[in-house]
């Protein structure tokens, strides 16, 4: 699917999403992925249910107020556990499949919002 452009070059942009790839301001990648509204960096993840804390470490060394975790076609959860780890730590967290996760990263990132967007990209079906 196609998002539309917004007029911040600066921002890191969801531009489309596709099986298997992501495309952020004219690059696509392949694989998960870390987005925020300054950079783009490779996640390396073997999965939804293998999250761990460490997983997540560079994530929070970017300090976000909210992090979107795109799981993939459908929504998936990490462990509770995970979960309850990262709001100690006074950070946001939502669940939601990858399609959802990008078209609210882009919407809160042209807030201005401190957002990072740790996106699995949707199964190739």
Known sequence: ???????NPSIQRIERY???RISVNGMTHNGPIIV????VIRWEICGITAL???NFSEILR???????LGSGTRQHFPSGSLLSEISRQGVGIEVMDT???CRTYNL???????????????EIE
């Open 1 to 7: 699917m196609k998002l539309t452009r917004d007029d």
């Open 18 to 20: 596709a099986p298997g």
């Open 36 to 39: 925020s509204p300054t950079l």
């Open 52 to 54: 761990s804390a460490e």
């Open 62 to 68: 970017l300090n976000p107020e909210i992090i979107l």
């Open 99 to 101: 399609a959802a996760a």
């Open 108 to 122: 809160l990132a042209s807030e201005e919002r401190r957002v990072v967007a740790a996106l699995l990209p949707i």
